[in-house]
């Protein structure tokens, strides 16, 4: 019932920058927060930044902090996270997360777009 489409992966030099989008749609009404993680083969799926839809509180996963920003625009339905001083650690499969509350607890995904940090 929600969708979630990425865009802004690719390739980058470290120290470079990246910005990436999610653009939600359906049933966006109930979206509580969204968030990216991101994931590397082989390994479990991590958490990156998270913010809630309806505030401006966001929270980041340590290793990202200082360096990437989370944001929303709830007119547009689409949260951005903005990938700066990038470092080859920080290749990965980049996803783009909503949680919804109404009528029940849901996460949804989207397909996910490719950040690589070459050396």
């Known amino acids: 019932q929600v969708q979630l489409t990425e865009s802004g992966g690719g390739l980058v030099q470290a120290g470079g920058s990246l910005s990436l989008s999610c653009g939600a749609s359906?049933?966006?009404?109930?979206?509580?927060?969204m968030a990216w993680f991101r994931q590397v083969p082989g390994k479990e799926r991590e958490f990156v930044a998270r913010?809630?839809?309806?505030?401006?509180?966001?929270s980041y996963a340590d290793s990202v902090k200082d360096r990437f920003t989370i944001s929303r625009d709830r007119g547009l339905n689409t949260v951005y996270l903005q990938l700066n001083s990038l470092r080859p650690e920080d290749t990965a499969v980049y996803y783009c997360?909503?949680?919804?509350?109404?009528?029940?607890?849901?996460?949804?995904w989207g397909q996910g777009t490719q950040v690589t940090v070459s050396m």
């Open positions: 359906g049933r966006t009404s109930s979206i509580h927060a």
């Open positions: 913010t809630f839809w309806n505030t401006m509180y966001t």
């Open positions: 997360n909503a949680l919804r509350v109404n009528p029940s607890v849901a996460n949804y």
